[in-house]
């Protein structure tokens, strides 16, 4: 996928993107891709974050996330901020995660409310 002589990535293309796969829906909802799938990186080597009403992705953000660093309502991610969340570290209204922070309610392995945490103090 690169030139044999000088390395250039992509050297019959005459404008270069960046690598990896991303998928953007043309249906749209605020703005917003319905779906929006981003496993990418630009020529700078930065992950292209997936942003939609469903964002699948390594960096997600949107109305339902499925990622490894996720910002969303609902979200399935090992690191996330989101409404509902099912993760490894989560910081959440209510949650299920490995370690998590929560205000409503939060279930696993070290999850504490945020309250518990502010008495702590």
Same mark, same amino acid.
């Given at each position: =996928?690169?030139?044999?002589?000088?390395? %250039?990535?992509?050297?019959?293309? +005459?404008?270069?993107?960046?690598?990896?796969?991303?998928?953007? $829906?043309?249906?749209?909802?605020?703005? &917003?891709?319905?779906?929006? !799938? $981003?496993?990418?990186?630009?020529?700078?080597?930065?992950?292209?974050? +997936?942003?939609?009403?469903?964002?699948?992705?390594?960096?997600?953000?949107?109305?339902?996330?499925? $990622?490894?660093?996720?910002?969303?309502?609902? $979200? !399935?991610?090992?690191?996330? !901020?989101?409404? /509902?969340? &099912? %993760?490894?570290?989560? %910081?959440?209204?209510?949650?299920?995660?490995?370690?998590?922070?929560?205000?409503?309610?939060?279930?696993?392995?070290?999850?504490?409310? /945020?309250?518990?945490?502010?008495? =702590?103090?």
């Amino acid at each position: =996928m690169a030139c044999p002589q000088c390395g %250039a990535p992509f050297p019959a293309r +005459a404008k270069w993107d960046g690598w990896g796969f991303e998928y953007k $829906s043309k249906a749209t909802l605020f703005g &917003l891709p319905l779906l929006h !799938i $981003s496993f990418k990186y630009t020529p700078a080597r930065r992950p292209v974050p +997936a942003k939609g009403i469903i964002a699948i992705g390594q960096f997600a953000c949107g109305i339902f996330t499925l $990622s490894q660093f996720g910002v969303g309502v609902v $979200s !399935i991610s090992q690191f996330t !901020i989101a409404g /509902l969340a &099912l %993760a490894q570290f989560a %910081a959440a209204y209510s949650l299920i995660a490995q370690i998590g922070i929560y205000i409503h309610e939060g279930h696993g392995q070290f999850v504490k409310s /945020l309250t518990e945490l502010v008495e =702590m103090l």
